[in-house]
Every structure is written in structure tokens, then in C-alpha cells.
């Protein structure tokens, strides 16, 4: 049986935890852990629950590249705290998270999860590259729809949706989409750049929601075929085509913004899961006692067990 390879979009998790669980919780020397905590428990409940036999956590290197800021300057704009000359700038993060970051890079290194990132680009590229580097069924573990472009069901390649919250996980299938949204995971991309995404500072084509723009869609193919038939005058109506002509700026550039790198220079870790030995579980269990981590890591470390152990 071939390996399914689990990628974990780490920030989008951590960020899931640190709501997730109160910022009161906290290390006996006082440093908030409620993300580091939080985040354990995510990865002992996707473990258990879909029995991955690689595990990867896909950092952002960059979470604004300048490659992506030069095609559109207002990507993710908004969420700049500190513009960084020569870059990256700095994301505007809840201070008590920030302070948990390298903890929870630190954590998930004890426990044998290798953190994978990658020089101007982010996660989600990291992601990709990985599924598309993948010989056999990957799960991508996200709560950004963006990555909903990854999806394909000859491949296997499935998303493990988390912004319904733990409890109410999804996994989304090229059938799933469709139902959805009316697209199939190869348009997706298209999709997302038509329709606009305020929280990437996307800002679409004026008028174009997303019943519209899945249908130019399911007429016309992808983007590029709905371009050629505006130019063309044919197959919609001259109020939208007038809409696809003034964006047509956007529409330039849009595509490569959206579209989730899949040739990143990233040499991932070893990632397939394995038992932890004794040597393994005592500096766990250490790391557990000296940051107050409680159960959480115990039950991470019996979920990674399990599963390393089933294969």
C-alpha cells in the first residue's frame, strides 16, 4: 500500500489553536502555551482520525512574497504590522501568539514532525510542491479555501477542511467542489481570482460573485477561456463582459497570484512516521514537564505511535 502523506498547513493551525484554547493557559514560568497545547491535540486528532503514514508541517518562510506584492501590491496588505526593507515584513500577529511561535517549531520537532518552509514563498506553495511531488494519496490539512486548488480525485489528493473547527472536519473531494461551488479543483484557482478574496486584499472583478463566475466557468472552460470569449463578444452577457474587460488589469496578473506554486526548491524531512523509542519519549516527556504542555504531548506522541505502529 502506498504512503498517504499528510501536509499540514501550520500556521493556519496554529493560529486555529491559539483561539482555540484560552491564552490563560500558560507555562510554570509564565509563557503562554495555549498554542503550543492546542496545536498538539490537532495533530493527535487528525492522526487518529485519518492515519496518515507521513506527516509534514509546511511553514510560511514568507507569507507576503514580494513576487506576489510586485504583481499586486495590496496582497494581504492589510495584515502588515512592519513593512521590512527587503523583506519579508512583518504579519500582524496577536502578540501572545507570536511569542509561541518558535516554541511550537521546537515542539513539533520533538515529536518528530519535520517543519518545511521554503525561502519567498509560503506554505501553501511548500504544499504544493509536496502534493505535487507526492507518488501516492495526500491529505492537506487547511482552513484556507485557496488550497481547495490542490483537490484532485484521480490523484487522491484530498482537503481536510478545519474552518468548520475541529469537531466538524470536512474532507473536500473534486465531487465535493463541484457540489459546493460548482467547480472542479482545476478551476479553482480561476474561481478564486474571479470571485475576489478580501482577505488576501483580492479584490475580483466588480459584480462577479461566485454563482457567476462558476458559471463562465462551467461554459467556457478556465480563465483563459472566458477572456477569449469576452474578446470575442460571445457566450455571456454585455454588461459582464464589460466587467471582464475593465478588470482586465487584474485579470493579467491575478492568475499567478492566486495559483499555488508546485516547483519550490524545498528538500523535505524525513516524514514518515515513526514509534517513538525510549530515548525519544523521555525528551518528550521533559519537554512536556518543562513548558507545561500537560497531556497534550502525551496524547500526540500515542497518536503518532498508533499510526507509525499500523503500518
Not at 57 to 74: E, F, H, M, Q
Not at 146 to 160: E, P, Y
Amino acid at each position: 500500500m502506498t504512503d498517504r502523506l499528510m501536509l499540514l498547513d501550520a500556521a493556519s493551525l496554529y493560529f486555529r489553536a491559539f483561539y482555540g484554547v484560552p491564552d490563560t493557559v500558560t507555562a510554570p514560568d509564565g509563557t503562554p502555551v495555549n498554542a503550543v497545547r492546542g496545536l498538539l491535540d490537532i495533530v493527535a486528532k487528525l492522526v487518529r482520525t485519518y492515519r496518515p503514514q507521513a506527516l509534514v508541517a509546511c511553514w510560511d518562510d514568507d507569507w507576503r512574497p514580494a513576487w506576489r506584492v510586485a504583481l499586486l501590491p495590496g496582497y494581504k496588505a492589510h495584515r502588515v504590522a512592519r513593512v521590512v526593507p527587503g523583506g519579508p515584513d512583518v504579519e500582524e500577529v496577536p502578540e501572545r501568539l507570536a511569542a509561541q511561535v518558535p516554541l511550537i517549531r521546537e515542539t513539533l520537532a520533538v515529536l518528530a514532525v519535520p517543519v518545511v518552509g521554503a525561502a519567498g514563498y509560503e506554505a501553501d506553495d511548500v504544499i504544493g510542491t509536496l502534493a505535487a511531488r507526492a507518488g501516492g494519496p495526500v491529505d492537506v490539512v487547511t482552513g484556507d479555501r485557496d488550497l481547495f486548488q490542490l483537490v484532485d480525485d484521480d490523484r487522491d489528493v484530498r482537503v481536510v477542511y478545519t474552518a468548520r473547527g475541529m469537531s466538524n472536519l470536512k474532507t473536500v473531494t473534486d465531487r465535493d467542489l463541484v457540489e459546493m461551488y460548482g467547480v472542479h479543483g482545476r478551476q479553482y484557482a480561476d474561481f478564486a481570482a474571479l470571485r475576489g478574496d478580501p482577505s488576501d486584499g483580492l479584490p475580483g472583478i466588480a459584480g462577479i460573485g461566485e454563482k457567476s463566475a462558476a458559471a463562465l466557468l462551467a461554459a467556457h472552460g478556465d480563465l483563459a477561456g472566458i477572456r477569449a470569449a469576452a474578446a470575442a463578444g460571445e457566450g455571456m452577457t454585455a454588461r459582464v463582459r464589460s466587467r471582464l474587460v475593465d478588470g482586465a488589469d487584474y485579470l493579467d496578473v491575478a492568475p499567478t497570484v492566486v495559483a499555488v506554486a508546485r516547483d519550490v526548491p524545498v528538500t523535505a524531512g524525513a516524514a514518515r512516521l515513526q514509534v517513538p523509542d525510549a530515548t525519544a519519549r523521555a525528551r518528550a516527556e521533559e519537554h512536556a514537564r518543562r513548558w507545561g504542555l500537560g497531556g497534550a504531548m502525551t496524547r500526540a506522541l500515542d497518536a503518532v505511535a498508533e499510526a507509525a505502529a499500523a503500518v
